[in-house]
């Protein structure tokens, strides 16, 4: 069996099982809504950039943060 048989099979297993789901959508549509709001509405409000500036501004504010936390 080659490689791009034993992947045809693989994929024709995924398709077939996904489906014939009729809960499983339900609960698949819920895990990517969850997974959506964790990426990417959390990240607007918990994740945002704190190094702001050119490239040398943020080179400078690197340095700095290197230098005042070495020991």
Do not use: C
């Not at 509405?41 to 005042?68: C, H, W, Y």
């Amino acid at each position: 069996m080659g490689l791009r048989n034993i992947l045809w099979h693989i994929w024709r297993f995924y398709y077939e099982g996904f489906r014939s789901m009729t809960v499983g959508r339900i609960l698949w549509a819920i895990i990517f809504i969850k997974l959506f709001i964790i990426f990417a509405i959390l990240r607007l409000f918990f994740f945002q950039p704190t190094l702001t500036g050119t490239d040398e501004e943020k080179a400078e504010q690197v340095r700095r943060n290197m230098i005042s936390n070495s020991p």
